[in-house]
């Protein structure tokens, strides 16, 4: 069984940094991502990268997130800065089952998820 254990939320200011870490148990032959979502609204896809480092981020925070991994660890990270109020969300990371030519931002795609982990942007 897959099993994915998210770390590295907290609060911060707007204009701040944190970077989050998955660690992932099991084998995983598919995309991972990181996926969000807030009160009130659904989970949306954040950042995703496939095994051989493809990646795909949501226009929202192109240029200010980005999504790396260590395959050989079994290890996904999502490095934010410039975070902003909107940001905030419980952000969850994410395995599929297969593969796909691209990575895929939908959550529907994605079989195994971790717990979450909380990050509040607020001043």
């Given at each position: 069984?897959?099993?994915?254990?998210?770390?590295?939320?907290?609060s911060v200011q707007?204009?701040?940094?944190?970077?989050?870490?998955?660690?992932?148990?099991?084998?995983?032959?598919?995309?991972?991502?990181?996926?969000?979502?807030?009160?009130?609204?659904?989970?949306?896809?954040?950042?995703?990268?496939?095994?051989?480092?493809?990646?795909?981020?949501?226009?929202?925070?192109?240029?200010?997130?980005?999504?790396?991994?260590?395959?050989?660890?079994?290890?996904?990270?999502?490095?934010?800065?410039?975070?902003?109020?909107d940001d905030t969300?419980?952000?969850?990371?994410?395995?599929?089952?297969?593969?796909?030519?691209?990575?895929?931002?939908?959550?529907?795609?994605y079989t195994y998820?971790?717990?979450?982990?909380?990050?509040?942007?607020?001043?």
């Amino acid at each position: 069984q897959v099993q994915l254990v998210e770390s590295g939320g907290g609060s911060v200011q707007p204009g701040g940094s944190l970077r989050l870490s998955c660690a992932a148990s099991g084998a995983i032959s598919g995309c991972m991502g990181w996926f969000r979502q807030a009160p009130g609204k659904e989970r949306e896809g954040v950042a995703v990268m496939d095994r051989d480092g493809v990646a795909r981020y949501r226009d929202s925070v192109k240029g200010r997130f980005t999504i790396s991994q260590d395959n050989a660890e079994n290890r996904l990270f999502l490095q934010m800065d410039s975070l902003e109020p909107d940001d905030t969300a419980m952000y969850y990371c994410a395995a599929a089952s297969r593969k796909w030519i691209l990575p895929s931002l939908l959550s529907e795609e994605y079989t195994y998820w971790g717990q979450g982990t909380q990050v509040t942007v607020s001043s």
